[in-house]
C-alpha cells in the first residue's frame, strides 16, 4: 500500500523555523518528482515547492522563495522542507505529493498543520 | 504565469450532470488536471492529462478541454460527490503548478 506520511508540524513565532518530513513506502520513491502543497484553514491549494527524483532540480513559488527549501534522501525514502523566516500567512496544512497529475503514481498524504502565531 | 479561474459554487439534484468549469489563457498549450477534496481529506485525483481517468475513479467523472476551458462533468451525480474540485495546470515552462480556487460541488 502506498504511503506518504508527513511530521514536523507544530506552533511556531513569526520569524521562526521547522522542519517538515514526509516519509514513503509502498512505491519507489526515487522514481517520482515529488512536491509539496499547502492550504490554509478554509482557503484552495497552493504549490510551494516541487524536487526532481535525483533532488537536483528545484522549484519554488515566488511566496516562498529564499525561505524554504525543499530537499530529499532517497536512502530513507524521505521528503524534506526546511522553512525559515516564518510568517503568519504560512499558516496551512502542508501535504507532500508524489508525481502530481501522473496515473500511476499521483499519491497524497494527510497532511501536517503548521500554525505561525504569536 | 496565468490564473485559473473556477465558479465558487455549483449545485445539482441527484442524478442530475455536474459540470465545472477552469478557465486559464495557458489551457490550450497544457493539460488540466481535477482534484476532488472531501471535508478534513486529502486530495485526490479524478482525471488527468484534460479527459483521462485514474484506476479506480467511477466511470460518471469525465474531463474535457477546448480552447481556453476545461470542464470536469459528472454525469449523475451522487451525494458523495459532494466535495470541493480544484483544477490544476502548469505554467508554460512545465515549472509553476498553478491551482484554481475551486469549486463546492453541492448535491441534493
Known amino acids: 500500500e502506498v504511503q506518504l506520511v508527513e511530521s514536523g508540524g507544530g506552533l511556531v513565532q513569526p520569524g521562526g523555523s521547522l522542519r517538515l518530513s514526509c516519509t514513503a513506502s509502498?512505491?519507489?520513491?526515487?522514481?517520482?518528482?515529488m512536491t509539496w502543497v499547502r492550504q490554509a484553514p478554509g482557503k484552495g491549494l497552493d504549490w510551494v515547492a516541487n524536487i526532481n527524483q535525483d533532488g537536483t532540480e528545484e522549484h519554488y513559488a515566488d511566496s516562498v522563495k529564499g525561505r524554504f527549501t525543499i530537499s530529499r534522501d532517497k536512502a530513507k525514502d524521505t521528503l524534506y522542507l526546511q522553512m525559515n523566516s516564518l510568517r503568519v500567512d504560512d499558516t496551512a496544512v502542508y501535504y507532500c505529493?508524489?508525481?502530481?497529475?501522473?496515473?500511476?503514481?499521483?499519491?497524497w498524504g494527510q497532511g501536517t498543520l503548521v500554525t505561525v502565531s504569536s | 504565469s496565468y490564473d485559473l479561474t473556477q465558479p465558487p459554487s455549483v449545485s445539482v439534484s441527484p442524478g442530475q450532470t455536474a459540470r465545472i468549469t477552469c478557465s486559464g489563457d495557458?489551457?490550450?498549450?497544457?493539460?488540466a488536471y481535477w482534484y476532488q477534496q472531501k471535508s478534513g481529506q486529502a486530495p485526490v485525483l479524478v482525471v488527468y492529462?484534460?479527459?483521462k481517468r485514474p484506476s479506480g475513479i467511477p466511470e460518471r467523472f469525465s474531463g474535457s478541454s477546448s480552447g481556453t476551458v476545461a470542464t470536469l462533468t459528472i454525469s449523475g451525480a451522487q451525494v458523495d460527490d459532494e466535495a470541493v474540485y480544484y483544477c490544476y495546470s502548469t505554467d508554460s515552462t512545465n515549472i509553476e503548478i498553478i491551482f484554481g480556487g475551486g469549486t463546492k460541488l453541492t448535491v441534493l
Open positions: 505529493a508524489s508525481a502530481l497529475g501522473a496515473e500511476p503514481g499521483d499519491h
Open positions: 495557458g489551457l490550450p498549450k497544457k493539460y
Open positions: 492529462d484534460d479527459s
Open positions: 509502498g512505491f519507489t520513491f526515487r522514481t517520482y518528482w
